[in-house]
């Protein structure tokens, strides 16, 4: 360090570049770069992509093979499989769309309309079901024809799906097309989904089992139902019936109960005023343990002489007149 023509940088000239924003360019230079792996590698392999090649409702591209390694049930425990995993919205074959592209010279992937070459620089879609891939400028002129070039499947223009998409309105509306796929029962292929018909099949019995509930009423009658109701609102209130008491003119009472038994009803009717009276009593009255603790008589000292000192006490003697 010195004598040597070198400079000792500042922590000023070390920290200046990275506190500032990225550029336009970068940002492109990073996204270009990221399409490029993209297009190139399958994401949960990180292999190259070869064919058959295949992507989901996103618009992502796999190799057919890993997703059909991780589909398949494995013997190795869940510590020794593969770190990468598949995507919550691919359960199965129908998810999935075998994408067909076009390879022109050195094998490179073109649109077979235009000819131009298929990866980071230009935008391109597949259609579903068939999974012909185009570039977007191509499919966009060919509006008015809903029929696939290379086969001629018919296809409509919410099944022109981008390859990569990198907007958040085209991500979007790939979403939205898979919510509205779910809502009807089918998977990103236009195929129906696995336990759909099993699902159908408990609905319309739950519905069968409203109708005849709704005949069974409609024969019996609401006469009928009514009453039927009324007996079992009357149910409960039989059983937690308690006893009660009613007054008589003459001051005693009389205590009812829900016993039919004539014998038992008065001895259980006996028991209950016997118990509401020593309750009175209880309340009213003072114990009779409480009570022996203090004297009706009071206190005198002459007494209590040959006592302990607890109970000793001095009193003045009362002078005779």
């Known amino acids: 360090m010195g004598n040597d023509g070198g400079s000792i940088p500042t922590r000023r000239e070390l920290v200046k570049s990275a506190a500032r924003n990225p550029s336009t360019s970068e940002l492109k230079a990073t ?78 992937k073109i649109c077979p309309i235009t000819s131009k070459e298929l990866g980071a620089h230009t935008k391109a879609v597949y259609l579903v079901p068939c999974g012909h891939a185009f570039s977007e400028t191509a499919i966009r002129e ?25 907007g958040k309105e085209e991500k979007g509306r790939l979403e939205e097309r898979m919510k509205a796929l779910r809502e009807k029962g089918l998977t990103h292929s236009g195929k129906k989904a696995p336990g759909e018909k099993k699902k159908k099949k408990e609905k ?47 001051g005693t009472k009389i205590t009812s109960t829900g016993i039919k038994n004539a014998s038992t009803a008065n001895l259980t009717a006996k028991v209950l005023d016997e118990q509401e009276e020593r309750n009175k009593r209880r ?39």
């Open 283 to 321: 309340k009213l009255g003072m114990n009779e343990n409480l009570k022996s603790l203090f004297s009706n008589t009071g206190y005198n000292a002459h007494q209590q002489k040959g006592g302990d000192f607890m109970t000793r006490g001095f009193s003045m003697p009362n002078k005779k007149a």
């Open 142 to 166: 060919l509006k008015g024809d809903r029929a696939c070039v290379e086969c001629g499947t018919g296809y409509e223009a919410e099944n022109v799906i981008a390859i990569l998409p990198l």
């Open 31 to 108: 996204q270009l770069e990221a399409q490029t792996h993209a297009w190139t590698y399958c994401p949960l392999s990180n292999t190259p992509l070869r064919a058959p090649i295949v992507s989901d409702c996103l618009g992502t591209l796999y190799n057919k093979d890993t997703i059909l390694e991780q589909l398949l049930p494995s013997a190795d425990s869940p510590d020794e499989k593969s770190a990468s995993s598949l995507p919550p919205h691919i359960k199965g074959l129908r998810d999935i769309v075998e994408v067909k592209f076009t390879t022109g010279e050195e094998s490179k």
């Open 204 to 250: 319309e019995r739950g519905e069968k089992r409203k109708l005849d509930g709704a005949e069974v009423e409609e024969s019996v009658g609401p006469e009928k139902l009514k009453s039927q109701s009324q007996e079992t609102s009357s149910a409960p209130q039989s059983k937690n019936s308690t006893s009660t008491s009613t007054p008589t003119p003459s």
